[in-house]
């Protein structure tokens, strides 16, 4: 299982990470297809979780998820964690999960690193929260 301070953009279905789910955005329509956005943590970070079809419905704030396989990579600009065709999220548990709502690594810009091109590197925080799900005061 990997921490979500640890994820990077990349275009492979890798990640394998457990996560608490926060907050859910409405869902909206993509095409055919209906997709929604959420905002998920693990104990060392925050990020967007982009959620197609089925998956808007099966998940509530509160529930642990389990995902196998995902990939951390943009859609229409935004940073998102998702299944992708091949990985896959699953429920495992409700609200006893350890989270912090900072940093959100989709809130990071991120550049080609100088030294291997097919890798990128932190430069630099957007914001110190999510600009989609702001924190309520």
């Known amino acids: 299982m990997v921490f979500l301070k640890?994820?990077?953009?990349?275009?492979q279905n890798n990640i394998n990470t457990q996560i608490i789910l926060l907050d859910k955005g409405k869902p909206t329509?993509?095409?055919?297809?209906?997709?929604c956005l959420a905002l998920v943590a693990d104990k060392t970070?925050?990020?967007?979780?982009?959620?197609?079809?089925?998956?808007?419905?099966?998940?509530e704030a509160?529930?642990?998820i389990r995902m196998e396989n995902?990939?951390?990579?943009?859609?229409k600009?935004?940073?998102?964690?998702?299944?992708?065709?091949?990985?896959?999220?699953?429920k495992v548990?409700?609200?006893?999960?350890?989270f912090v709502e900072t940093p959100n690594m989709s809130e990071i810009k991120w550049v080609p690193d100088p030294n291997n091109s097919n890798k990128y590197v932190q430069h630099s925080v957007?914001?110190?929260?999510?600009?989609?799900f702001p924190p309520t005061p």
């Open 6 to 11: 640890d994820i990077v953009p990349a275009a």
């Open 29 to 35: 329509r993509d095409g055919q297809n209906k997709m």
């Open 45 to 59: 970070a925050a990020v967007h979780l982009q959620l197609w079809g089925e998956e808007c419905d099966a998940f």
């Open 62 to 64: 509160g529930d642990i």
């Open 70 to 75: 995902g990939i951390f990579s943009y859609n």
């Open 77 to 90: 600009n935004n940073l998102v964690l998702r299944a992708g065709k091949r990985g896959k999220v699953e």
């Open 93 to 98: 548990g409700e609200f006893t999960m350890e």
């Open 126 to 132: 957007i914001s110190p929260h999510s600009r989609i």
